[in-house]
């Protein structure tokens, strides 16, 4: 029976990421999943300028631009009338992580990319046609049996990571509570392919928040564009999919002469977090740790974000460096932080969801007095873990500036830790520090770029620490600081560029 370094199961968005930051890393990884091909229904169709930045890190985000759109046009939130109560801002087409702050596309295109991904590295499996069907935890290992195309089948690996989604299998063995955030809504959802220019439809993401039938309109890639509509008291779900009831629902915007249904399914959206996301070897990421309604875009980019986070610190314990202890920072860490995009979405759902149309006029009344709202998306912290500092921006994600190179940050970072500052400040720290630094691959880069200068005078440091996946681990005042902080940084880490 082989030994795999981890073994994850299903090659969803998060299963997919994880296997391809990890196959960067050189670990052996397989990935076991139920189907034989992507699933084909309408999910994602969003995400962040960060989870661009994770595919960049992982190689990929010339292969992802080209199958994705950067969305310019921003979110709209219209009432009944037609009039915007609220608009998302960030549509400048270079935000803080060197790309768009959004982008669209077609999931299963994207998780396309996200496989071929795989290829690259010999060290990682995918077996599609492969359900796992039981777990059994060992001291040093995790034996999973698995329901393969040609019958059943054993594996072993040191961690396993379950990355299957919302009824997760991994979940359940651990015995983890999902935590439930209030918000279970059925939804219908399908995409439809224009054959002809349709210009009454607009290029932003419009939330229709009508009382009489809550919608979502977005221009996805292409020629594609999705609808998402609430099913009201009294809807059969079943009547609700067929093709005459979809061009009833559609008539105001579009015809059968202008359009093709692709695929429609009802979905019930949730609202939900899990406690507990790792015991001893197992881990959980994705859909199966946390489930947000769809309204910001943000649960598939909530499991990238988690398997950033989760890579780096599997590489580092899988090779020793550091006591595993270090995985119980992954939950605390990214717990609190995705629950404030989960919290955003179920409030945004509230406005969304209005049905009553009393209730609907107070809300439409309050948002006119001021002209459309504009809101952010939220740029949480991580919570406690391995960062130090009272005050923000520790433990948020540091922005990627181009440098005087024109290359992007990342790019001269790698997979490492990194240290920016004035470089007075970076020369005179001791001769500890040094040794720790070289130790752990850290890279230095000496604040000689204004953006780079500007960011720390703007946050009054002379320099600061970044972990691998971005996330800032401190700021320093003076070089005793970066003494300081360099106590956090794990052990003879020798990670490559
Ligand atoms: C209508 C809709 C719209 C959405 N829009 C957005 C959006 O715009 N932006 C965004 O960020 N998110 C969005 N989401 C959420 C996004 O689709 C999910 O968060 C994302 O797919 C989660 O990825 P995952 O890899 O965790 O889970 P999944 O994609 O569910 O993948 C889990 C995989 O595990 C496999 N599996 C399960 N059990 C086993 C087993 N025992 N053995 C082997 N394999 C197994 C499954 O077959 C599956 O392939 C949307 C979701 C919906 C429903």
Not at 86 to 92: C, D, F, L
Not at 104 to 115: G, I, K, N, T
Request: hydrophobic letters at 40%; aromatic letters at 6%; one cysteine or more.
């Amino acid at each position: 029976m082989s030994l795999f370094d981890v073994a994850i199961i299903g090659c969803g968005p998060a299963g997919a990421t994880l296997a391809n930051l990890l196959g960067q890393y050189g670990l052996s990884v397989l990935v076991l999943e139920r189907e034989t091909d992507i699933y084909p229904l309408p999910r994602a169709i969003h995400f962040d300028g960060e989870v661009m930045r994770v595919f960049e890190t992982a190689g990929l985000r010339e292969q992802v631009e080209a199958i994705s759109r950067p969305g310019l046009k921003g979110m709209h939130f219209n009432n009944a009338q037609g009039q915007t109560l609220m608009i998302r801002a960030g549509s400048a087409p270079v935000g803080p992580h060197g790309c768009a702050n959004n982008h669209y596309f077609h999931q299963p295109e994207l998780e396309a990319v996200l496989r071929q991904g795989l290829l690259r590295y010999p060290s990682v499996q995918l077996r599609a046609g492969h359900e796992v069907q039981a777990i059994e935890e060992g001291d040093q290992t995790v034996t999973l049996h698995v329901q393969g195309r040609d019958g059943p089948d054993t594996v072993r690996a040191r961690y396993v990571v379950g990355c299957d989604g919302a009824r997760s299998l991994v979940r359940k063995h651990m015995g983890s509570k999902l935590i439930d955030l209030g918000l279970h809504q059925p939804w219908l959802v399908f995409d439809v392919r224009l054959k002809t220019e349709v210009p009454q439809l607009p290029e932003h993401t419009v939330q229709h928040c009508d009382p009489a039938r809550p919608m979502t309109y977005c221009n996805v890639t292409g020629n594609r564009r999705r609808w998402e509509i609430m099913l009201m008291p009294g809807d059969d779900p079943e009547q609700m999919v067929l093709p005459a009831h979809l061009w009833k629902l559609l008539e105001r915007w579009v015809t059968p002469e202008q359009a093709d249904i692709e695929r429609a399914a009802i979905y019930t959206f949730h609202s939900v977090i899990a406690q507990g996301w790792r015991r001893g070897r197992l881990l959980i990421a994705g859909d199966s740790a946390h489930q947000t309604p769809p309204f910001l875009g943000q649960g598939m980019c909530a499991a990238i974000r988690d398997t950033a986070n989760l890579a780096w610190k599997l590489d580092a314990v899988l090779r020793g460096q550091v006591d595993d202890a270090l995985l119980d920072s992954y939950e605390s860490e990214r717990s609190p932080h995705v629950r404030a995009f989960i919290d955003l979405a179920v409030r945004l759902g509230n406005i969304i969801q209005t049905t009553d149309p009393q209730a609907a006029r107070q809300r439409d009344e309050r948002f006119k007095a001021g002209g459309p709202e504009i809101f952010h998306l939220p740029a949480p912290r991580l919570g406690p873990g391995l960062w130090c500092g009272q005050e923000p921006p520790a433990a948020q994600i540091f922005p990627q500036p181009a440098l005087a190179d024109a290359r992007l940050l990342d790019s001269a970072i790698g997979r490492n830790f990194a240290v920016i500052g004035q470089r007075a400040a970076l020369e005179a720290v001791s001769l500890q520090t040094q040794e720790r630094w070289q130790d752990c691959g850290m890279v230095r880069l000496v604040a000689e770029h204004p953006e780079l200068e500007h960011w720390l005078q703007q946050h009054g440091a002379q320099a600061v620490m970044l972990r691998p996946d971005r996330y800032i681990l401190g700021l320093a005042n003076c070089s005793s600081d970066l003494d300081r902080l360099s106590d956090l940084l794990p052990r003879r880490l020798a990670l490559a560029v």
